[in-house]
């Protein structure tokens, strides 16, 4: 992505290509105020998405009012930008306006992009391939991550990404080589709600195409509510529809093997969700009692008696696996620079910069793919987060693959304030 860049997204329209511009900033999306908004500004916003050319500017929520931030006012772009945030404006978040003013376009691209896997042994495997202006062409695997490829496989209904094999083991494409980026967090619906800096066909060898291997007909279980793929309340798919799981007994025995089936890593919770947070859909199994070690959950006992299940009150139930952990950079200038938060048990929390150094930073910054750390910083420095503050006393050795990895206090035991937020300072550019 371009140094700094922040990625735009098109809402409410017939397709990706049009309508409310919202822009993602400090980790929160926004929109765009229809003060001065002009062909030049929809220009840029097209340009950025891939989208062609811009028909209209649209000043008046034309698309609908949007809702949270107005991130930006006064817009003034030359035309000549690679993306809207490089354009000038009023300062994030400064504006006189309401969302009964805000900006949209209609680009001359089409939004509905297609998507298709080829040369695979089943129609859930194979080289990613996309339709752009009439052309099926390959995509470049250099932005290409397993997220991206969940992504993907659950919008093909192939289930989840088992992996995603580079070299170039599905053969070699025909046409041009996109190196669109996406920035997917895995829970989207299909790779068209996932924000996107289009790069263009450009130099990427046919041996470097995306790829993914999808787990079709074993994923039969999703979880649905939380804040990643491997978190929140359990679903299991039959007879060609979705339906909740209800049990009485709900603990970790039955949460291992959904997280394993669903490849999340070990289980963390097993839980009963609260009320808002419960299901309305059909019932697709009550009652399971699982020993642990099944390979899914369909495996384990759920043809329990009637008189078992009249013995308890089933509810819905839900998971989080190890998996669902994530780490994220917010208030930065960019994606690769910012107040370090890792998501664990559901939420959103910070670091303690108690012996927070270099090494600690490293392992951030190449967990998210953004290089190097050129610095470790204390003292909430990019602001003070909220919420839990999650690990202290982290000590890296800076070869981890991850921050959890890394020696630290137990979690959410710390003698810390948000005034002590640990952020990073990466050498690379978000996306790259």
Known sequence: MFEGAAVVR?????????????????????????YSWDMTDAAVVCKQLGCGSALKAHEDADFGPGSGPIWMFNVGCRGTESA??????NGWGQHYCDHSEDAGVTCSGKGSTRFRLVNGSTACEGRVEIHVLGTWGSLCASHWDLLDAHVLCRHLDC????????????????????RDSFHCDGTEAHLGQCPVTALGASPCSHENNAAVICSAGS????????????????????????????????????????????????????YNPPKPQRGTGPV????????????????????????????????DVGVVCWGSRQVRLVNGPGRCAGRVEIYYQGSWGTICDDSWDLPDATVVCHQLGC???????????????????????????????????????SWGQHDCGHKEDAGVDCSGTAGN
């Open 159 to 178: 289930g989840f990404a088992e992996s995603i094999p580079r070299g170039g083991p599905f053969g070699r494409g025909t046409g041009p080589v996109w």
């Open 84 to 89: 809207l945030s490089d354009c000038t404006h």
């Open 284 to 315: 697709g199994l009550r009652g399971v009692r699982c020993a642990g070690h099944e390979a899914n959950l369909t495996l384990c006992n759920t043809s329990l008696p009637e008189s078992v299940l009249a013995a308890g009150i089933a509810e």
């Open 371 to 409: 290089g190097g750390a050129v610095k470790a910083v204390g003292s909430a420095r990019f602001g003070e987060g909220s919420g839990q503050i999650w690990l202290d006393a982290v000590n890296c050795s800076g070869a981890e693959a991850a921050l959890w990895d890394c020696p630290a206090g």
């Open 10 to 34: 098109l809402e409410d329209g017939s397709g990706r290509c049009a309508g409310r511009v919202e822009v993602k900033h400090e980790g929160q999306w926004g929109t765009v105020c229809g």
């Open 219 to 270: 994923a039969s279980l999703r979880l649905v509510g939380g804040g990643s793929r491997c978190d929140g309340r359990v679903e299991i798919f039959q007879h060609g529809t979705w339906g909740r799981v209800l049990d009485d007994q709900w603990d970790m025995q039955e949460a291992s093997v959904v997280c394993r089936q669903l490849r999340c890593g070990e289980a963390e919770t097993a």
